[in-house]
């Protein structure tokens, strides 16, 4: 289960303050030192940890809260709240065009799930606003990523755009767009090439695609169950890329919680949904506060 080994060290972190009849500094600090033991322990980013831990204990000082009523309950209260900032606060809508088609465009590592949660995506659009999506097959590098997504697209009756391998993925795209607009398609999701790591020339494809489709969206799909090298990934790729937002992958799975702890604060990104199992159902809308509570257990 997701969180698992991170929400049983919060709640006997909490547990143990809970039980003192008052709460001194130094509980206090013992407190968060568990707590900071057990984000690390997580795979939270250190200096995420190092802030967090700062920021809860300069406002349960500083808020008196330890000559209060309930100072546990409070400290519980401030850490949840914390928490829901470090991961953005509020959910953050999908940018949309004035004028159709609104153009999103998908980029991620190969295998992190960035097919799947393309079709999931249109799938939810599809659904939630009756709209009509349309694919562009733009990975030309394994000729499989394109049966793959043809799949998909037809497990949810969405069109695909392609012209198979042989043509320049910008060239694709260009076309693609063109066709969209004849067709009054009110989104098109760009399914990109992904590689097992970042390289240069991939990149370099990532950027000449965005020059040319403009879109309201670029948004990085990560896997959770990655920890630390999803956080990194989505710093490399928003280096070079005007990334709009994250959509974070298997959090069904036994992720440890460094990945949707950490990415916000590290790359200034939201994220926007969660992938949340292997159907094209299984795709929500990131909510910082749900995801605090469903943490802290
Ligand atoms: P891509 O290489 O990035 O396009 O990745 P794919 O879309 O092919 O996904 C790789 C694998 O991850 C597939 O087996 C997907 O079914 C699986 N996958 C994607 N998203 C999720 C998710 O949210 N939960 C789970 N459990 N599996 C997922």
């Excluded at 940018?95 to 159709?100: F, Y």
């Excluded at 009756?157 to 012209?163: A, G, I, N």
């Excluded at 298997?250 to 200034?268: M, N, P, Q």
Aim: proline letters at 4%; zero cysteines; charged letters at 25%.
């Amino acid at each position: 289960m997701a969180f698992e080994g991170l929400t049983e060290r919060l709640q006997n972190a909490m547990t143990k303050l809970r039980r003192k009849p008052t709460v001194s500094e130094a509980d206090l600090r013992e407190t968060m030192r568990e707590i900071r033991l057990a984000l690390l322990e997580a795979d939270v980013n250190f200096k995420v940890v190092k802030d967090f831990v700062k920021q809860v204990q300069t406002r349960a000082i500083g808020a008196d809260v330890l000559k209060g009523l309930n100072p546990a309950q409070q400290i519980v209260k401030i850490v949840n709240e914390e928490l829901t900032t470090t991961m953005g606060t509020e959910a953050v809508p999908l940018n949309k065009s004035e004028k159709i088609p609104t153009i999103i465009m998908m980029a991620g590592l190969q295998g992190a799930g960035k097919t799947t949660t393309a079709g999931k995506l249109a799938l939810k659009l599809k659904n939630e606003e009756n709209a009509r999506p349309m694919f562009i097959a733009a990975d030309v590098y394994r000729p499989a990523a394109i049966d793959q997504l043809e799949q998909v697209a037809k497990s949810i009756d969405v069109p695909v755009f392609q012209l198979g391998t042989d043509v320049d993925p910008v060239e694709i795209v260009r076309q693609g767009l063109e066709q969209a607009q004849e067709q009054h398609n009110d989104y098109v999701i760009i399914d990109t090439a992904g590689r097992l790591q970042i390289d240069e020339k991939l990149m370099d494809e990532l950027v000449n695609i965005s020059n040319l489709a403009k879109p309201d969206e670029i948004l990085l799909v990560v896997d959770a169950m990655t920890g630390q090298n999803a956080v990194e990934t989505a710093d490399g790729f928003n280096d070079k890329l005007e990334l709009t937002g994250v959509i974070l992958t298997k959090l069904d799975g036994d992720t440890r919680g460094g990945a949707a702890l950490s990415i916000r604060a590290v790359t200034g990104k939201p994220i926007k949904f969660v992938g949340q199992g292997e159907k094209m159902t299984d795709l929500d809308v990131f909510h910082p506060d749900r995801m605090a509570s469903r943490i802290l257990g």
